[in-house]
């Protein structure tokens, strides 16, 4: 199999070192493409490329610089059964999801094409007769993105759509697991027509690249969507410089259902919040809160649900659930898993790698409830990213709000009640970026999306997105 390449200057280019990755299915561990893996080298290439081409982008109108998004809008959702095969085949999700996930992707094209207009400035009354006020906002610079592999087109999207839309150049490094799919946006992003080094792709080594973002003054601002621990890394790298940042990091999203909830729509919403993307999702259920008096009801209509569920790999039509992203996934979850065990824990459904048949290659685990936990348990404070819900009881809505409130994340939370002002009063109390009230999957593209605590700076989705990559300027004139 040939290398596929990297994108630098308009350019499909070859890493400096001639150093390849091989791309690996998990579901089956077969070998699905080969490519090119660079490091800090090809990083510095492409920053100068975006240097200099933010000269003229920067410098184009609005107008034109929203032509070449809308361009990508259309080549996306032409190619989204393509580009979704490519999501499923090298990290595993259900085709319809990686479907959905396309979708989302071309949506923000056109999104940001069309708020590209928008980027207002303001005149501000002046105390001096003799002066005016005039407030503009400008784009940051050249901008380093990095992003996971759990979305890898649509976070590729959410970031680049935006900065661009605002006039900054952009330098792309995609998760290790998941550059295929980055390459095939490329490709689109090629037949869009944007002028050679606005936009960049630079697959290699995470450490030396990241390094190269943070050292070279020429990247003005660096966003990030993945784990909290890289996050902080390079937010300290980033302070040597002052570089803008936006961080979406880690979540540890309670999930809380109240006795007057209807139960069917709260099992159903967390079904799609905990198990899609086989819950490697930042925004995932990790503590499920419910109420005493429905425990007993609740975990039994979940287990119904997921009896019902068929795990899979991802590229099957029928399949809902798919296998972890790799070995390191899969470690993880058995490990929270059986040191839930250990610690007390009863599994009430599921509970082990799934190895027979046509499982026998791929990285799955069953979907997985347990009960009888406790705060000591990994899985009651870190982020388990699989598909192993730990089920709590709860007595009343000052108990829950604390406990929900009691970690150092804060970017999603779900509550089910068909009390209107217990939402209300929900909804203000928690110490989280985004609440879903009787919704399992809050998020569209023109909504903000980011966390409180250490779950992140900054917000993606609407025009929150575009702040981030705009500096505001402030010109006074004498008359
Ligand atoms: P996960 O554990 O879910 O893979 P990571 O935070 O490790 O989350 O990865 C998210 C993104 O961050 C990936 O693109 C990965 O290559 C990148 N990354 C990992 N370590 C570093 C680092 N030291 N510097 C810069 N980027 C990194």
Known sequence: ???????????????????????????????????????????????DAAHQAFRTWSKATARERSKYLYNLYELVRQDRD????????????????????????????????????????????????NKRIMVIHQPVGVVAAITPWNFPVNMVARKIAPALAAGCTVVLKPAESTPLSAIRLFELIEQAGFPKGVVNLVIGHPESVGQEFMENTKVRKIAFTGSTRVGKLLMEGAAKHVKRVSMELGGHAPFIIFDDANLDAAVEGLFESKYRTSGQMCICTNRLYVHESVLDSCTEKLVERLKRSKIGDGRNKDTEIGPLVNEKGLSKVLDHIQDAKDKGGYIVYGGNRLTEGEYANGFYVEPTVIVNITNEMKIYNEETFGPVVPIIPFKDEDEVIELANDSNYGLAAYVYTQNNSRCFRMAESLEYGIVGINDGAPTQTQAPFGGFKESGIGREGGYYAMEGFLETKFVSFGV
């Open 1 to 47: 199999m040939d290398a596929k390449m990297m994108f630098i200057d308009g350019q499909w280019v070859a890493a400096v070192s001639g150093e390849t990755l091989e791309v690996i299915n998990p579901a089956t561990s077969e070998q699905v493409g080969v490519v090119s893996f660079g490091d800090g080298r090809d990083a510095a290439k492409a920053i």
């Open 82 to 129: 393509n580009l979704a095969g490519i999501i499923s085949a090298e990290m595993g999700k259900p085709l319809r999801e990686a479907k959905g996930e396309v979708l989302g992707a071309a949506d923000n094209f056109m999104w940001y094409a069309e708020e590209a207009k928008r980027v207002y400035g303001e005149t501000i009354p002046s105390s001096l007769p």
